[in-house]
């Protein structure tokens, strides 16, 4: 029987287009390969779909389904490798559509014949010229940070120039077959896109980059931008463009006789998603400095070399299993864990959209605690408590699938009351989750995952930075974990990150007014539904709201049925 091949494309462009049918279902490739196709519209995740707004001319970037491709295993127990490609985890949300591959049940037929292949897909998102004309409404300024492209995890460090190479080769074989002039290459470009390639890889999402096109690295296209990503279960590099040919959305790009300039990045994972590709186009007036023929067999652009090592590095390569998690004290992203008077430890699980069961005893003894938060500090797939104590220590209690918490571990001695903490995957490239750190003096601090050992070592993200409370959320819904600092007037700002170290260095916003009374911000995920995000605060009179955050800013809050007297929310 053939191999089963699995692939997910997306597109992006900016074109002058009132193309609206839906594409054609796209072919399989000679294996008889299921594809979906994910051409826009774009979904932000839990969101409701964007669009370009025709009165302005601009362009909503906007962010696909978060899909992840972990397989279900025993607690404890490392995820096996599939034999074959497992579905693509879109399910439904309120508002948004979705596409779901559900592969058939096994049809009475001969052994030897191949399975039919599944196929779903969507039509591209168009947006008009006249985003490219607009760049200070969407312009993402360097971090400040030094480092710029953070490093890699969980890539397999093949060379990838002879995938590169024949990606552009094969798009412009094809747009020389059709009567158009090849596209050239630049370094720069590449670097743009196989920096985007080596994120979307190593966090298993894919998505695209919110305003690509005014990245430095596109240099100012004035003639069109447009961005494809496709991944497969192999690392066939021709069927990447082939698959794009069948989309009439993305072939649109292949075809589109304004581009002359390209830049493709190739990654290689050890997952089940092997290959991941994403090549930008730009269409320049005048071409760029340093623009060449051919990618010259170049693995990564070339124009960027490997960045210093930095606190973002990821200490392991680590592949966390997905769990059964019906037995564990906290069942889900969307559980609400909080501390009663009497010091125990409370979790409320998620049973749908905003709603939730009546509280269980999950832990006790947290009388001392000055914060509380959650997360899956080890990445095992159950979730832990980290809790920062008003004796200046920080400990951890690791969760097990099964029920309960295995015994503290002591993460860091002595000076951690003094701290505003947030916790969770601030380094894009680092599945594990990180510890922001803010002090009375407005310093902002990077503090790395060491596992189960001794926390101390850290950098300086940021200062100037005065807030009685942080939360680490995607704001915005780019991809890249955001601070929301809470001042002691009740306004909150937006401290946006990149992924890396730094912060962008940009004017900070202020989102929220009147939070005078929040005493807990908890960051939550699939509220409302999968891969949702939005944020709960403990307010006075005894209230919990939740804020959501799918639409890239702060919906209308809704209370959360308590009784909460006497409770503090964990972060």
Known sequence: MAPSVLGVLCALALVSSSATAPPAPMPTDQAGAASISLAAPLMRRGGTSTTGDGSTGSLTPAVEPDIRVASPVPAA????????????DTSSTPGVQSATETPPPPAPAAASADPAPQTVSLPPLWGPDQGLASPSTTQLAAPESAAVLPTTEALVPDSNSAAILTVFTKINEYRVANGLNKVKYHPTVAGLSQEWSDNIATREVV???????????AMSPNNGA??????RTDRDAAQLVEWWKGSPGHNAMLLDPRFNVMGAGISYTNSTYQIWGVVNFFGYTTLPAGTLDSPGGASSGGAFPPPPPSLCDAP?????PTLNLAAAAITGPADLVSVDAAGQLLNRASTGPRTYAAAKVIGSGYSGAKEVFVTDWDRDGAYDVLTQWASGNLTLAR?????GFQAPITLGVGGWDTLTLAVGGWCANNRMPQILALDGAGNLYLYGNKGTGDISERVTVATGIYASRLSMVDYDGDGFQDILGLKTDGTVQLYRGWGSTGLRAETRTTVATGWTDVTGIRALRNVTGLNSTGVALRRANDTVQYWDLSSGSLASPSAIPGPWTGQRLAQ
């Not at 127990?77 to 693509?88: E, N, R, Y």
């Not at 998505?207 to 690295?217: L, N, Q």
């Not at 447009?226 to 991944?231: R, V």
């Not at 392991?316 to 966390?320: I, R, S």
């Open 399 to 403: 969760g097990i699938a099964g029920g």
């Open 226 to 231: 447009g961005e494809i990503i496709a991944i």
């Open 77 to 88: 127990t490392p995820a096996p490798a599939p034999a074959s490609a497992p579905k693509a």
């Open 316 to 320: 392991v390569k680590h592949m966390p």
């Open 207 to 217: 998505e695209h980059r919110a305003s690509f096109w005014t990245d430095p690295r």
